[in-house]
């Protein structure tokens, strides 16, 4: 059973900023997509960042573009979220998601079949 488990969510100052981890369990292959969604009530879910466990295929929100940006660890198991340059309308519950095989063009509809619990990132102005 593939588990995700997200940290690294706290508050900070706009301009700031927090690097986010995701840590899967129970994979079999490094055969997998992984992505960063967040979702606060005013804009509801929108997906910052996909990798596929290569890390070549990245692929970014517009929102985020030169501010986020993801990176793997050496086990290929664990995905981080490097975040700068932090603004209010950053602020979400941060969510890890994974899906087996490759990052589908679609990925930002959130159609992945395993997600962590969450983190929280608040940015106060």
């Known amino acids: 059973q593939v588990q995700l488990v997200e940290s690294g969510g706290d508050s900070v100052k706009a301009g700031g900023s927090l690097t986010l981890s995701c840590v899967a369990s129970?994979?079999?292959?490094?055969?997998?997509?992984m992505a960063w969604f967040r979702q606060n009530p005013e804009k509801g879910r929108e997906g910052v960042v996909s990798?596929?466990?290569?890390?070549?295929?990245?692929r970014y929100a517009d929102s985020v573009k030169g501010r986020f940006y993801v990176s793997q660890g050496s086990a290929k198991n664990t995905v981080y979220l490097h975040m700068n340059n932090l603004k209010p309308e950053d602020s979400a519950m941060y969510y890890c998601?994974?899906?087996?095989?490759?990052?589908?063009?679609?990925?930002?509809?959130?159609?992945?079949?395993?997600w962590g619990q969450g983190t929280q990132v608040t940015v106060s102005s």
């Open positions: 998601a994974l899906d087996r095989g490759a990052c589908w063009n679609s990925w930002y509809k959130g159609d992945f079949e395993y």
């Open positions: 990798t596929y466990t290569d890390g070549n295929s990245v």
């Open positions: 129970g994979l079999t292959d490094n055969d997998n997509c």
